[in-house]
């Protein structure tokens, strides 16, 4: 600004009178000035470190005349899904065939994070083939994830392959749906080390494991610090029994109540098979581990997938 000048008047308000220009009522002594460093000042704090950059973080950067900004290479994932009752979408589906949507599901979401993905496809259920596909899979990748093959059966192969590769630190955990999820750390060749986590089969077990319980792992991974996600206390609209010490996460949106305030509804649908109960909900109402019951007007914690998914 010329010395002496404090204030801005905007192009589109000025008008000419002649050799005379007026000044439109209502502007003030400092209007539209902007201070040199008001934004950040010389010396001071950008991006901190762990920070997950977005668009408007790079505008931030290119606005103080930089070209780059030290980051962390991306996260490598390894990814696979296992059963022999597994059909490969686009392929004929045998009588007791189920087509691999979690593959699926599974990618999309770590893309999302920012990770590169390796997908190794469907694996049968054999403990030797699946050990030495982790063990290859360990070698050039960071995390290798697993879906399916980690809850009690006969043909539940996954556990087995870990034990023999690496070492299995648990496989449960306290939440519904999701119960069986496989946690460790896999040998491979070269002495190279990976991260693994076993999913479960059903997809919406599969998803709610993943934000809850991948994500949070991804994210460090990455270098990046996890940001808790919002959980919104609303009214619940709905009648809900459960049992005590696990958390549970129903598949729900939110809707006017006949206050107008905000309550959540469940998906018609329970089920950890239907995947229907996460295209057609917003959200996970979150019911705390002690509670056994939830009456219609309780108060429920509700997280946008908006939250968890990127």
Known sequence: ???????????????????????????????????AGEDIAVGGPMLPAGRRLAAADIALAAAQGLTALP??????????STGDEIVEPGTALPPSGIYDANRYLLLAL?????ATVTDLGILG????????????????????????GVSTGEADHVRTAVERVGRLDFWRVAIKPGKPVAMGVL???????????????????????????VRPLLLRLAGATPRQPMVLPVRAGFAHRKRPGRREYLRGSLRPGAD?????????????GAITSLTETDGLIEIGDDVTEVKPGDTVGFVSYAEITG
Do not use: C, W
């Open 110 to 114: 770590i893309e999302a994070l920012g």
């Open 187 to 213: 040998a491979g060749e070269d002495d190279a080390r990976a991260a693994f986590v076993g999913l479960p089969g059903n997809p919406a077990a599969a998803f709610v494991t993943f934000v809850r319980v």
């Open 260 to 272: 107008g305030a905000p309550e959540a509804v469940v998906y018609r649908l329970e089920g950890a």
């Open 71 to 80: 980051v962390r290479r991306r996260v490598s994932v390894a990814l696979f």
């Open 1 to 35: 600004m010329p010395a002496g000048a404090d204030t801005v008047l905007m192009q589109e308000d000025a008008r000419l009178d002649g050799e005379t220009l007026v000044v439109p009522a209502g502007l003030k002594p400092g209007d539209n000035r902007r201070r």
């Open 125 to 148: 259920d054999d403990a030797d083939a699946l050990g030495d596909a982790l063990r290859r899979a360990a070698a050039g990748h960071d995390l290798v994830i697993t879906s399916g």
